[in-house]
């Protein structure tokens, strides 16, 4: 199966760039970080993976230890750069994401999002750097039931824990009963 790359989807009545190019970094089936350098005006951020409302995007803090793509840089055409960050998958935890309404069908496939550069800079300005009158805006692409998987894990490994331990507690205590009844 070929896999697809992100990509940015223009108006048709349109020849204005909204952005220079796109870095992106497949971190993991349910997890792709995205950065736009030179965004300008709103757009759509095109995902080629099947669609599902539960794909959520969330601005995160712009990191200026990841590096632009220099050599084979295209302008609008997606770069696929694996010296991007993966993050920890804990990093979107306690996020706000885009508005649902931001999310949409394209294609009849695929997700989409409407990029507003101007409401992420309002509302998440930690995930831009500006240029001149362009921004760089980092984002995070997530399967939210991923999370709600990770949350079960780690209830259940903490619930082992915690049981273990009592069990530990319970049997050191009655070792000490039986050795100090013993005596």
């Known amino acids: 199966k070929r896999q697809q790359s992100p990509r940015p989807l223009e108006e048709k009545n349109t020849q204005i760039r909204s952005f220079t190019y796109l870095e992106y970094k497949k971190i993991s089936p349910v997890k792709y970080r995205f950065i736009l350098h030179g965004v300008s005006q709103s757009f759509i951020l095109v995902l080629a ?3 599902n409302s539960s794909w959520r995007i969330y601005p995160v803090k712009f990191s200026s230890t990841n590096h632009d793509v220099v050599s084979g840089r295209s302008e609008g055409i997606p770069i ?6 993966d993050g920890s998958f804990y990093e979107t935890f306690f996020m706000n994401s885009l508005n649902e309404v931001n999310h949409i069908k394209i294609d009849a496939f695929s997700n989409g999002w409407k990029i507003d550069p101007q409401l992420i800079v309002k509302e998440f300005p930690y995930s831009t750097r500006q240029s001149n009158s362009k921004f760089d805006i980092e984002v995070v ?3 939210m039931p991923q999370r709600i998987y990770l949350f079960g894990l780690l209830i259940c ?3 082992l824990i915690i049981i273990a331990l009592l069990f530990l507690i319970r049997l050191r205590k009655k070792n000490y009963e039986r050795n100090n009844k013993n005596k």
């Open 157 to 159: 490994f903490s619930t």
């Open 141 to 143: 692409a997530e399967y």
């Open 80 to 85: 696929e750069n694996n010296m991007l960050q």
């Open 49 to 51: 993976e099947t669609f």
